[in-house]
């Protein structure tokens, strides 16, 4: 299996720009969960998905943030508009359940200017 | 807060000592998981070690688990310098409305020098 996909690898925006990022789970996991790593706010679970439900957003900073999981290989976050203070790595990691080990994509580096 | 504060933030040590990481927590967990984060890369998971076990090891890994004092270490043994890294613990929140939320520490940032 090629572990979690992540695209792109890495997104220069200016501010005011919509940003779409991508993520493919390993086959077979049931929970996918974004993730945004800073180094002031460390690791943040903004939201995860079960059976490509979303169950819990609480992290999801503002409205600007929305994600979606039309099927069970595919995953979006969107950041629209986007500001400089979205600045930050994007994780995506997928699991079997959800109290087991999570497997984490290589991450998407969003810089916004 | 954090659920997790790892301790300490940074350790510098030679190749071939041992490295011991810590990390507290406040609430009941189901688990506890370490992760390693390379530079510029994803988490890597380490080890899993349950509320009702108390330790655990892999390879040149060795992780314990007190719950009572809701605290875990982690301790590699005979470093190298490839184990240079970031070291995260994750707590597995028990009930409620965080039931298996996965909470990251902010990490212990290890240096080996060969």
């Known amino acids: 299996d090629a572990g979690v996909i992540q695209s792109p690898r890495h997104e220069v925006t200016e501010m005011g720009q919509e940003v779409t990022l991508r993520c493919k789970p390993i086959s077979g996991h049931d929970y996918l969960f974004w993730y945004r790593q800073t180094m002031m706010r460390g690791l943040e679970l903004l939201i995860y998905f079960n059976n490509n439900v979303p169950i819990d957003d609480s992290g999801m900073p503002e409205d600007r943030f929305s994600a979606k999981m039309p099927n069970a290989s595919f995953s979006t976050l969107k950041i629209q508009p986007s500001e400089p203070r979205d600045s930050a790595v994007y994780f995506c990691?997928?699991?079997?359940?959800?109290?087991?080990?999570?497997?984490f994509g290589p991450g998407t580096r969003l810089l916004v200017l | 807060s954090q659920q997790g504060e790892e301790d300490p933030q940074a350790l510098s040590i030679q190749e071939g000592e041992n490295a011991t990481m810590n990390c507290s927590y406040k609430?009941?967990?189901?688990?506890l998981q370490w992760y390693r984060q390379n530079s510029g890369r994803g988490l890597v998971h380490l080890i899993l070690?349950?509320?009702?076990?108390r330790e655990k090891h892999s390879g040149r890994l060795r992780v314990t688990l007190d719950t009572s004092k809701k605290s875990s270490s982690l301790l590699i043994t005979a470093s190298r310098a490839a184990d240079t890294a970031s070291y995260f613990c994750?707590?597995?929140?028990?009930?409620?409305?965080?039931?298996?939320?996965?909470?990251f520490g902010q990490g212990t940032i290890l240096t080996v020098h060969p």
């Open positions: 990691a997928s699991s079997l359940s959800r109290l087991e080990t999570q497997y």
């Open positions: 609430t009941s967990i189901n688990n």
């Open positions: 070690i349950r509320s009702n076990e």
């Open positions: 994750a707590t597995a929140n028990a009930g409620g409305t965080s039931y298996g939320k996965l909470t």
